[in-house]
């Protein structure tokens, strides 16, 4: 059963940093593609970045420069570093894998930039 379970989320100063984590079990994050999702209060669920099998990554025009998608293949687990973080980047955060064409969601983490 594929699991993903989030954490390191928290309350934080604008221009902070947090880095999250997603750590999966019953699917190799060294052999899948794993994405980051985040969505505010009233706003539609967005991907922030995703980072694939071979190691490439993607982010949003948002966060490109701030934000830091990886793994640790030895740990299975995805980070996103966020530094530079902003009020607008208050959300939940979400970890996604599609295993077998099923989307796997953990539970989210939240985030607060505010002072």
């Known amino acids: 059963q594929v699991q993903l379970v989030e954490s390191g989320g928290g309350l934080v100063q604008p221009g902070g940093s947090l880095r999250l984590s997603c750590a999966a079990s019953g699917v190799a994050v060294s052999i899948a593609t794993v994405a980051w999702y985040r969505q505010a209060p009233g706003k539609e669920r967005e991907s922030v970045a995703t980072?694939?099998?071979?190691?490439?990554?993607n982010y949003a025009d948002s966060v490109k420069g701030r934000f830091t998608i990886s793994r640790d293949n030895a740990k299975n687990t995805v980070y996103l570093q966020m530094n530079s973080l902003k009020p607008e980047d208050t959300a939940v955060y979400y970890c996604?894998?599609?295993?077998?064409?099923?989307?796997?969601w953990g539970q989210g983490t939240q985030v607060t930039v505010s002072s």
């Open positions: 980072i694939t099998s071979s190691g490439s990554t």
């Open positions: 996604l894998t599609v295993l077998l064409g099923v989307p796997r």
